[in-house]
């Protein structure tokens, strides 16, 4: 399969809807080439609104759809792909799961060992396109691995990675998109302290942290090398960055990544 022409995604919470709108945001397909499901389909009159398709209908949704995307909690994955498979196509079909925990192995035992199953851990930057989004597979040579990856790439960054890391990317992407929201609050928080507005605190922390990642990312270098761009002997910078490591900045941020990774890694026991 070569190009996408209609997109099924089954679960229409959070994460759902921000993949259907970074779907059309990007280009990769028109908005009346996604369907998307719910049990209280009426939620998602929003979506209706802008020319997406809503269903109760998992089964109906998925028939025919050249990507099915099933972004539901791991507890719902098996009923939900009972439902599916009888309309699964090997031949035509690449299914890919954002459900935490949830082995390629479980869902080909759900699904059947011919469907191309490929796993996947986007954040909410993916409904404008700013999403870090890691991929496994169990061969990164099949059709279904580029599907994904195509599929993804246009809505933010990818790196393909091996299944057993998965568990870590939902800590430090899906996870961490919200400790750098709540940093970045902080930071806001301290900028009412010293004397900024509300909203003129939130726009300087927000427009800050987006350089900051921007610098990384453009020049590849390590925190540490442009953090000692702005740090001077006996300067600012450095005196408000050593009081943050007083307060155990960086050990909190390290503790809550595996925190969180620890109960990524509990959310689903195949059997329970």
Known sequence: MTEINKVAILGGGNLGRAIARGLVTSGAVSPGKVAITRRQVELLDDLVDEGFLARSDNRGAAMGAD??????????????????????????????????????????????????????????????????????????????????????DTMGSTLLIREDQMTSATALCACGIAFFLRAIRAASQGGIEIGFHAEDALQLASQTAKGAAALLLANRNHPEMEIDKVTTPQGCTISGLNEMENRGFSSAMVRGIIRSADKAGALYRPGE
């Open 67 to 152: 990507v099915v995307i099933v972004s539901v909690q791991p507890q719902q994955m098996e009923d939900l792909l009972d439902v599916v498979a009888p309309v699964l196509d090997a031949g035509k079909q690449v299914v890919i799961s954002t459900a935490t925990g949830v082995s390629i192995a479980d869902i080909r035992r759900w699904v059947g060992p011919e469907i191309p199953v490929v796993r996947a851990m986007p954040n909410l930057g993916i409904a404008i396109g700013e999403s870090m989004t890691c991929l496994a597979v169990d061969d990164p040579t099949t059709d279904a691995a580029h599907v994904g990856k195509a599929l993804f």
